[in-house]
């Protein structure tokens, strides 16, 4: 077991491909209305939690909450791949204009394995080639998150050491 040291009051980015497990990790060690997902921001304001058009709206949205949360001083886990840098600047700055520590932490599976799940899913429809693009920018992700302005970073790789993390909030 892992415990991975969390600031209590932090903007948590959790950061991984399609399939990386990222709700389902969300689900284990959170509260349900601590996690913001992208996925269900877009079903807010779409109806469709796939609807990639609507991602704009949903993250404006989502930030508009998740400013609210901050502002009472209350843990929020942001719920979205977050291999673009433009996401991750987002999150940065939202964090730092409420004084809140940025975190990250990586579910780093390996495309196969994301891909397997992916497959077997009915809510998933895309093509490989978005996975590999994701795991392309997933990549480039590792090296910059320090220097993004992420304090907190932790980065887990593979099943095992994913499914074996625990959280452990600090004061
Ligand atoms: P997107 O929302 O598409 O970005 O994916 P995600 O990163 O949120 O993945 P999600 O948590 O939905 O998990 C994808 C699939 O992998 C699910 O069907 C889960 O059953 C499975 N899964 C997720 N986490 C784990 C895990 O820790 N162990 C195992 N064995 N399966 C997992
Ligand atoms: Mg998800």
Do not use: C
């Not at 700055?93 to 397997?116: G, S």
């Not at 693009?133 to 998150?145: E, I, P």
């Amino acid at each position: 077991m892992t415990e991975l040291p969390v600031p209590a009051l932090s903007l948590v980015a959790l950061v991984g491909i399609s399939g990386a497990g990222k709700s389902t990790f969300a689900g284990r060690h959170f509260a349900p209305s601590q996690v913001l997902s992208s996925d269900a921001f877009r079903a807010m304001v779409a109806d469709d939690e796939t609807d990639q058009s609507a991602s704009a709206a949903a993250f404006d949205a989502l930030y508009y909450v998740a400013g609210k949360r901050l502002a009472a001083g209350r843990l929020t886990v942001v719920d979205a791949t977050h291999v673009q840098e433009h996401a991750r600047s987002s999150l940065v700055a939202l964090a730092r204009a409420h004084d809140v520590l940025p975190a990250a932490i990586v579910l780093d599976l390996p495309e196969d394995e994301a891909w397997a799940r992916t497959e077997a899913r009915p809510d998933r429809s895309f093509g490989r080639a978005v996975l590999a693009r994701q795991s392309r920018d997933l990549r480039r992700t590792l090296k910059r998150l320090n220097r993004e302005g992420f304090r907190t970073v932790h980065v887990l790789r593979g099943r095992e050491e994913i499914e074996a993390a625990t959280i452990r909030l600090q004061p």
